[in-house]
Protein backbone atom coordinates (compact mmCIF):
# COMPACT_ATOMS: atom_id res chain seq x y z
CA UNK A 1 0.00 0.00 0.00
CA UNK A 2 1.22 3.53 -0.88
CA UNK A 3 0.50 6.59 1.46
CA UNK A 4 -1.00 9.06 -0.76
CA UNK A 5 0.28 12.31 0.77
CA UNK A 6 -1.24 15.96 1.40
CA UNK A 7 0.05 18.10 -1.61
CA UNK A 8 -1.90 21.00 -1.02
CA UNK A 9 -4.93 22.87 1.17
CA UNK A 10 -7.03 25.72 0.37
CA UNK A 11 -10.18 27.46 2.80
CA UNK A 12 -13.25 27.48 0.47
CA UNK A 13 -14.41 31.54 -0.34
CA UNK A 14 -17.42 33.27 0.09
CA UNK A 15 -19.16 34.50 -3.63
CA UNK A 16 -22.37 35.23 -4.68
CA UNK A 17 -23.93 33.04 -7.29
CA UNK A 18 -27.24 32.66 -8.69
CA UNK A 19 -29.79 35.65 -7.56
CA UNK A 20 -28.21 35.99 -4.75
CA UNK A 21 -27.32 32.80 -2.94
CA UNK A 22 -24.29 33.53 -0.74
CA UNK A 23 -22.31 30.19 -0.63
CA UNK A 24 -18.63 29.21 -0.56
CA UNK A 25 -16.41 28.06 -3.53
CA UNK A 26 -14.66 25.36 -2.29
CA UNK A 27 -12.72 25.35 -5.77
CA UNK A 28 -13.26 25.99 -9.61
CA UNK A 29 -12.55 28.57 -12.39
CA UNK A 30 -8.57 27.99 -11.16
CA UNK A 31 -6.31 25.14 -13.40
CA UNK A 32 -8.66 22.50 -13.77
CA UNK A 33 -5.95 19.68 -14.48
CA UNK A 34 -5.70 20.04 -10.67
CA UNK A 35 -8.83 18.84 -9.64
CA UNK A 36 -10.16 16.82 -13.09
CA UNK A 37 -11.89 15.44 -13.77
CA UNK A 38 -13.92 17.90 -11.14
CA UNK A 39 -14.39 21.03 -12.07
CA UNK A 40 -15.76 23.35 -9.19
CA UNK A 41 -17.49 22.59 -6.25
CA UNK A 42 -19.78 24.96 -4.08
CA UNK A 43 -20.76 24.95 -0.14
CA UNK A 44 -24.09 26.22 -0.06
CA UNK A 45 -24.94 25.63 4.03
CA UNK A 46 -26.63 28.59 5.40
CA UNK A 47 -28.90 29.26 7.92
CA UNK A 48 -31.02 33.09 6.82
CA UNK A 49 -33.44 32.22 4.20
CA UNK A 50 -32.60 35.80 3.00
CA UNK A 51 -29.40 34.81 1.69
CA UNK A 52 -30.22 31.83 -0.69
CA UNK A 53 -34.19 31.85 -1.06
CA UNK A 54 -34.08 33.61 -4.52
CA UNK A 55 -31.72 30.43 -5.50
CA UNK A 56 -30.72 29.54 -9.21
CA UNK A 57 -33.27 30.99 -11.78
CA UNK A 58 -33.40 29.33 -15.14
CA UNK A 59 -30.13 28.69 -16.54
CA UNK A 60 -28.16 26.31 -19.24
CA UNK A 61 -25.47 23.69 -18.97
CA UNK A 62 -23.89 21.41 -21.79
CA UNK A 63 -20.67 19.17 -21.35
CA UNK A 64 -20.40 18.40 -17.69
CA UNK A 65 -22.75 16.49 -15.13
CA UNK A 66 -23.27 18.09 -11.36
CA UNK A 67 -23.98 16.54 -8.15
CA UNK A 68 -26.04 17.99 -5.73
CA UNK A 69 -26.06 16.20 -2.12
CA UNK A 70 -28.29 18.14 0.15
CA UNK A 71 -27.74 18.06 4.34
CA UNK A 72 -30.83 20.06 5.39
CA UNK A 73 -33.94 22.08 3.91
CA UNK A 74 -34.23 20.81 0.42
CA UNK A 75 -33.91 21.81 -3.50
CA UNK A 76 -36.90 21.65 -6.15
CA UNK A 77 -35.65 21.72 -9.20
CA UNK A 78 -37.25 21.98 -13.02
CA UNK A 79 -36.10 21.97 -16.52
CA UNK A 80 -36.94 22.79 -20.01
CA UNK A 81 -37.91 18.97 -20.87
CA UNK A 82 -40.36 19.13 -18.16
CA UNK A 83 -38.75 17.22 -15.75
CA UNK A 84 -39.51 18.42 -12.23
CA UNK A 85 -38.42 16.95 -8.61
CA UNK A 86 -37.79 17.91 -4.68
CA UNK A 87 -34.32 17.25 -3.12
CA UNK A 88 -34.94 16.91 0.35
CA UNK A 89 -32.77 16.46 3.12
CA UNK A 90 -30.17 13.33 2.84
CA UNK A 91 -30.68 13.21 -0.94
CA UNK A 92 -28.18 13.81 -4.45
CA UNK A 93 -28.78 14.17 -7.91
CA UNK A 94 -26.89 13.58 -10.45
CA UNK A 95 -27.63 15.32 -13.29
CA UNK A 96 -25.96 14.47 -16.96
CA UNK A 97 -26.36 17.98 -18.55
CA UNK A 98 -24.70 16.38 -21.99
CA UNK A 99 -25.52 18.25 -25.46
CA UNK A 100 -27.65 20.66 -23.02
CA UNK A 101 -30.35 21.34 -20.75
CA UNK A 102 -31.85 24.65 -19.09
CA UNK A 103 -33.02 24.48 -15.78
CA UNK A 104 -33.66 25.51 -12.41
CA UNK A 105 -32.76 25.02 -8.71
CA UNK A 106 -34.91 26.71 -5.90
CA UNK A 107 -34.01 26.00 -1.98
CA UNK A 108 -35.97 26.41 0.91
CA UNK A 109 -34.66 26.19 4.68
CA UNK A 110 -35.57 23.63 7.23
CA UNK A 111 -38.05 24.35 10.37
CA UNK A 112 -34.82 26.05 11.57
CA UNK A 113 -34.56 28.27 8.20
CA UNK A 114 -31.24 26.04 7.78
CA UNK A 115 -30.02 24.71 4.27
CA UNK A 116 -27.20 22.92 3.83
CA UNK A 117 -25.70 20.95 0.65
CA UNK A 118 -22.84 20.83 -1.58
CA UNK A 119 -22.64 21.01 -5.43
CA UNK A 120 -20.06 19.64 -7.54
CA UNK A 121 -19.28 19.43 -11.55
CA UNK A 122 -17.79 17.15 -12.84
CA UNK A 123 -16.45 17.11 -16.68
CA UNK A 124 -17.47 14.88 -19.29
CA UNK A 125 -14.92 13.63 -21.68
CA UNK A 126 -15.04 15.36 -25.42
CA UNK A 127 -17.12 11.83 -27.03
CA UNK A 128 -19.63 12.30 -23.86
CA UNK A 129 -20.30 15.91 -24.06
CA UNK A 130 -23.50 15.86 -26.55
CA UNK A 131 -24.69 12.99 -24.73
CA UNK A 132 -28.69 12.76 -23.90
CA UNK A 133 -29.43 14.93 -20.77
CA UNK A 134 -30.85 12.47 -17.96
CA UNK A 135 -31.35 13.02 -13.71
CA UNK A 136 -30.47 10.13 -11.26
CA UNK A 137 -32.57 11.58 -8.29
CA UNK A 138 -31.52 9.24 -5.03
CA UNK A 139 -33.36 9.44 -1.88
CA UNK A 140 -30.95 10.06 1.55
CA UNK A 141 -32.78 6.20 2.13
CA UNK A 142 -31.45 4.36 -0.66
CA UNK A 143 -27.63 5.75 0.25
CA UNK A 144 -25.63 3.00 1.77
CA UNK A 145 -23.82 3.81 5.35
CA UNK A 146 -21.21 1.29 6.21
CA UNK A 147 -19.52 1.28 9.80
CA UNK A 148 -16.87 0.45 11.32
CA UNK A 149 -16.12 -0.98 15.12
CA UNK A 150 -14.65 2.35 16.43
CA UNK A 151 -17.79 4.17 15.36
CA UNK A 152 -16.61 5.40 11.90
CA UNK A 153 -19.69 5.90 9.11
CA UNK A 154 -19.35 5.66 5.88
CA UNK A 155 -21.98 7.01 3.43
CA UNK A 156 -21.41 5.52 -0.47
CA UNK A 157 -22.94 8.04 -2.56
CA UNK A 158 -21.32 7.08 -5.56
CA UNK A 159 -18.96 3.92 -6.57
CA UNK A 160 -17.86 1.39 -4.31
CA UNK A 161 -16.50 1.11 -0.99
CA UNK A 162 -16.21 -1.52 2.21
CA UNK A 163 -18.10 -3.58 0.11
CA UNK A 164 -21.02 -1.57 -0.13
CA UNK A 165 -22.39 0.48 -4.10
CA UNK A 166 -23.58 3.81 -4.51
CA UNK A 167 -26.82 3.85 -6.11
CA UNK A 168 -25.63 6.32 -8.68
CA UNK A 169 -24.73 4.36 -11.85
CA UNK A 170 -23.02 5.28 -15.42
CA UNK A 171 -20.63 8.22 -15.01
CA UNK A 172 -17.99 8.71 -17.46
CA UNK A 173 -15.12 9.21 -14.74
CA UNK A 174 -15.31 6.21 -12.39
CA UNK A 175 -15.73 8.30 -9.65
CA UNK A 176 -16.13 7.89 -5.67
CA UNK A 177 -18.12 10.23 -3.46
CA UNK A 178 -18.34 9.25 0.42
CA UNK A 179 -19.94 11.26 3.18
CA UNK A 180 -17.11 9.61 5.95
CA UNK A 181 -17.94 10.62 9.53
CA UNK A 182 -14.84 9.78 11.96
CA UNK A 183 -15.03 9.62 15.99
CA UNK A 184 -12.99 11.83 17.93
CA UNK A 185 -8.67 10.67 18.03
CA UNK A 186 -9.74 7.94 15.74
CA UNK A 187 -7.39 7.00 13.12
CA UNK A 188 -8.33 5.89 9.88
CA UNK A 189 -6.40 4.21 6.61
CA UNK A 190 -8.94 4.85 3.85
CA UNK A 191 -8.40 2.72 0.36
CA UNK A 192 -8.51 5.00 -3.00
CA UNK A 193 -8.09 4.20 -6.73
CA UNK A 194 -4.64 4.22 -7.89
CA UNK A 195 -5.19 5.83 -10.76
CA UNK A 196 -7.66 8.24 -9.27
CA UNK A 197 -7.42 11.93 -8.57
CA UNK A 198 -8.65 12.53 -4.59
CA UNK A 199 -9.99 15.13 -3.10
CA UNK A 200 -11.30 15.67 0.62
CA UNK A 201 -13.54 18.79 1.37
CA UNK A 202 -13.76 19.52 5.48
CA UNK A 203 -16.65 20.63 6.62
CA UNK A 204 -17.25 19.67 10.26
CA UNK A 205 -14.70 19.33 13.29
CA UNK A 206 -11.18 19.27 12.66
CA UNK A 207 -7.91 16.32 11.96
CA UNK A 208 -5.25 15.60 10.00
CA UNK A 209 -4.60 13.61 6.56
CA UNK A 210 -1.17 12.16 7.07
CA UNK A 211 0.91 8.65 7.95
CA UNK A 212 1.03 9.44 12.03
CA UNK A 213 -0.71 9.00 14.97
CA UNK A 214 -0.26 12.37 17.01
CA UNK A 215 -3.00 15.02 15.45
CA UNK A 216 -0.62 17.85 15.78
CA UNK A 217 -0.40 18.74 12.05
CA UNK A 218 2.54 18.66 9.04
CA UNK A 219 4.34 21.90 7.49
CA UNK A 220 2.30 21.14 4.16
CA UNK A 221 1.22 24.59 1.22
CA UNK A 222 -1.59 26.15 2.39
CA UNK A 223 -3.10 28.78 0.02
CA UNK A 224 -4.42 31.80 1.92
CA UNK A 225 -5.65 35.19 0.33
CA UNK A 226 -3.59 33.76 -3.05
CA UNK A 227 -0.23 33.65 -1.29
CA UNK A 228 1.03 30.19 -0.43
CA UNK A 229 2.60 29.81 3.15
CA UNK A 230 4.14 26.70 4.61
CA UNK A 231 1.83 26.33 8.29
CA UNK A 232 1.41 23.42 10.24
CA UNK A 233 -1.99 22.16 9.19
CA UNK A 234 -5.02 21.11 11.87
CA UNK A 235 -7.21 20.99 8.72
CA UNK A 236 -10.56 22.34 9.87
CA UNK A 237 -14.50 23.23 8.51
CA UNK A 238 -14.08 24.13 4.93
CA UNK A 239 -11.13 23.38 4.12
CA UNK A 240 -9.84 21.12 0.96
CA UNK A 241 -7.60 18.59 0.86
CA UNK A 242 -5.54 17.91 -2.45
CA UNK A 243 -3.86 14.44 -2.38
CA UNK A 244 -0.64 13.69 -4.19
CA UNK A 245 -0.55 9.80 -5.61
CA UNK A 246 -1.17 6.39 -3.90
CA UNK A 247 -3.54 3.74 -3.23
CA UNK A 248 -4.61 5.15 0.34
CA UNK A 249 -5.04 8.28 2.49
CA UNK A 250 -4.70 8.22 6.58
CA UNK A 251 -6.88 10.94 8.18
CA UNK A 252 -6.59 11.36 12.03
CA UNK A 253 -9.50 12.85 13.58
CA UNK A 254 -9.01 15.78 16.35
CA UNK A 255 -11.17 16.49 19.77
CA UNK A 256 -14.13 16.70 17.99
CA UNK A 257 -14.08 13.81 15.94
CA UNK A 258 -14.11 15.08 11.71
CA UNK A 259 -15.98 14.88 8.95
CA UNK A 260 -15.43 15.20 5.59
CA UNK A 261 -16.33 14.36 1.83
CA UNK A 262 -14.06 12.35 0.06
CA UNK A 263 -14.58 12.75 -3.84
CA UNK A 264 -11.86 10.50 -6.35
CA UNK A 265 -12.30 10.16 -10.53
CA UNK A 266 -10.05 9.39 -13.01
CA UNK A 267 -8.50 12.50 -14.95
CA UNK A 268 -10.27 13.28 -18.66
CA UNK A 269 -6.98 15.01 -19.57
CA UNK A 270 -8.27 16.67 -22.56
CA UNK A 271 -8.44 20.55 -23.17
CA UNK A 272 -10.95 22.49 -21.38
CA UNK A 273 -13.03 25.81 -22.85
CA UNK A 274 -15.06 26.63 -20.11
CA UNK A 275 -17.63 29.75 -20.00
CA UNK A 276 -19.85 29.92 -17.02
CA UNK A 277 -21.88 26.55 -17.15
CA UNK A 278 -21.04 25.19 -20.29
CA UNK A 279 -17.34 23.57 -20.72
CA UNK A 280 -16.38 22.30 -23.79
CA UNK A 281 -13.34 20.90 -25.60
CA UNK A 282 -12.38 24.08 -27.77
CA UNK A 283 -12.91 27.71 -28.28
CA UNK A 284 -15.08 26.99 -31.45
CA UNK A 285 -17.33 25.02 -29.62
CA UNK A 286 -17.87 27.10 -27.02
CA UNK A 287 -18.49 29.81 -29.43
CA UNK A 288 -21.09 27.26 -31.32
CA UNK A 289 -22.67 26.42 -27.73
CA UNK A 290 -23.37 30.39 -27.20
CA UNK A 291 -24.99 31.00 -30.52
CA UNK A 292 -27.35 28.35 -30.20
CA UNK A 293 -28.32 29.50 -26.82
CA UNK A 294 -28.88 32.98 -28.40
CA UNK A 295 -30.72 31.60 -30.97
CA UNK A 296 -32.91 28.76 -29.83
CA UNK A 297 -30.93 26.01 -31.16
CA UNK A 298 -29.51 24.68 -27.59
CA UNK A 299 -31.52 22.35 -26.45
CA UNK A 300 -30.95 19.40 -28.61
CA UNK A 301 -33.01 15.93 -27.28
CA UNK A 302 -36.62 16.45 -26.02
Known amino acids: MTFRPVSATSQAQPALEGAGVHLHRVFGFGDPSLTDPFLMMDDFRNDDPRLYSKGFPWHPHRGIETITYVLDGQVEHADSLGNRGLLGAGSVQWMTAGSGIVHQEMPSGNAKGQMHGFQLWANLPGALKMTAPRYQDITGSDIPIEGDEDGTTVKVIIGSFWGKTGPVDGIAANPMLLDVSIPAGRRKVLPVDT ?13 TFRDASDPVGIKVEKEYRGQELNIRDMTGNRTLVRFGAGDEITVQAGDEGLRFLLMTGRPIQEPVAWHGPIVMNTQDELRQA ?7 TFIKHG
Do not use: I
Request: aromatic share 10%.
Open 195 to 207: RSNALAYVFAGSG
Open 290 to 296: LTELNNG
